[in-house]
């Protein structure tokens, strides 16, 4: 054991157990994503580090991507998120796309963190995105779509809940309160680090930033506002359409909510962990620039992206994890000897063309130890076929939860093993 060099810090392994729950969840996504209309697309998982200096953030870029220069010298990263590939793939084809676009993904990406339980150097993030329209009701959409996913993972809404701001009533305060436009970027920057810090830690913090006393106790009246959002008719739009989806339970405003991404231009959400423990679990919000940064014409858009490292633990704390099986065959198919073999490879092929999940045991070997095998591996039944069963013509089949056995003619095995596994399934 001392000699088996160890993976790479903050990477993965999938297990079948690990990895028939990060299915579970691509199904989910897939399966909530597509009611809504969404379409299935990725991008390249190397990009330039050029294409996220321009619009993703000064701490993306150089602290937590890695980075590394190709042969021919060029500065190439692991993806750290993938709006901005989508902005590029947007733009390649934008006289060619029918607006408004309705895009979703899920796959790996990578960033240079602190490996910490729920927090890895290599995880899995679902991407949803409305492209080209600039509407109250694409931002309410694009949160509906996370408020439904939480319902179809059997999420409540006191177990989880969206937050929502946006960045132009904050705008809109902050010059109410003396600040230059120059300044509302480094101070955005500050409120997205309120919830990171103890509070006087913060206040220290926004001090050392360059505001004053005074400015500081502006801010933090604007921050503690939770009543702020009746002054924007947007919000009370989004609130109002969130009703009509039945969903707006899921959802509170939330001033300090501002995310650290830099090209967000209006409403900006965040879903979290009502539990003990807080957690983040996805965030999003509206941009109005970011194609037209890669070289585009303008379009607006409203996207989100969640991590699958959080959200497994946040519906193990609630009791809501699924219960699933590693093994996608229902039947082991036993060998009681050599001369059996055949017939055995015989009832495989027949049940698989009847698109029947079966798994055939490798060797010949004693009865008892290919059951204790199927028991381990969660299989439901087993299949035998021996000399006796040859010669009579027949199949047994054993209930590996009951431990009973039936016995039937060969020539009924497809009808019979399907009305066992139906009764099984209770279907």
Not at 55 to 82: A, C, H, M
Request: hydrophobic share 40%; proline share 4%.
């Amino acid at each position: 054991m001392k000699n088996i060099i160890p993976s790479v810090k903050g990477t993965r392994e999938f297990y079948p157990e690990d990895m028939v729950l990060r299915q579970w969840l691509y199904k989910l996504i897939r399966d909530v994503s597509e009611s809504f209309g969404y379409q299935e697309y990725d991008g390249p998982f190397l990009e330039t580090l050029e294409l996220y200096a321009a619009k993703s953030g000064e701490e993306l870029v150089k602290e937590q991507s890695f980075v590394f220069q190709d042969r021919g010298g060029n500065e190439i990263t692991l993806r750290p998120e993938l709006t901005p590939s989508l902005a590029r793939m947007v733009v390649q084809r934008q006289n060619t796309l029918a607006f408004p676009l309705r895009w979703w993904s899920f796959g790996p990406f990578w960033r240079y963190e602190k490996p910490q339980k729920g927090r890895t150097r290599e995880f899995f993030q679902w991407n949803a995105d409305l492209i080209g329209v600039d509407s109250i009701q694409a931002d309410a959409e694009v949160i509906a779509l996370c408020a439904a996913f939480f319902q179809k993972a059997g999420l409540t809404k006191d177990e989880v809940r969206i937050y929502m701001n946006d960045r132009q009533l904050m705008e809109s305060e902050l010059i109410k309160l003396g600040f230059a436009l120059e300044q509302h970027k480094m101070i955005f920057k500050l409120i997205d680090r309120v919830d990171k810090l103890p509070e006087q830690t913060w206040d220290a913090y926004v001090l050392e930033a360059g505001l004053t006393e005074n400015q500081l106790s502006a801010l933090k009246k604007i921050i503690k506002n939770q009543e702020l959002w009746q002054a924007s008719e947007k919000l009370t739009s989004i609130f109002r359409i969130l009703d009509l989806h039945g969903l707006s339970a899921y959802v509170s405003y939330d001033p300090r909510i501002i995310r650290g991404l830099d090209y967000y231009t209006g409403v900006v959400f965040e879903a979290k962990d009502l539990g003990e423990n807080h957690r983040a679990i996805l965030g999003g919000g509206h941009y109005a620039n970011l194609v037209a940064d890669v070289g585009g014409e303008s379009l607006p858009g409203v996207g989100f992206a969640m991590g699958d490292v959080v959200f497994p633990l946040v519906l193990e704390s609630h009791g809501k994890l699924p219960q699933l099986t590693t093994t996608p065959a229902s039947l082991l198919v036993t060998v009681f000897d050599e001369a059996s073999l055949p017939a055995s490879i015989a009832l495989c092929n027949r049940l698989r063309e009847k698109d029947i999940l079966v798994a055939l045991y490798p060797e010949a070997d004693k009865l008892g130890k290919q059951f204790k095998y199927a028991d381990r591996c969660g299989f439901k039944g087993a299949l035998v076929i021996g000399p006796d069963e040859l010669q009579k013509g027949e199949v047994v089949l054993k209930d590996l939860a009951t431990r009973e056995q039936v016995s039937f003619p060969n020539a009924d095995l497809e009808r019979k093993v399907g009305e066992w596994l139906a009764a099984k399934n209770g279907s």
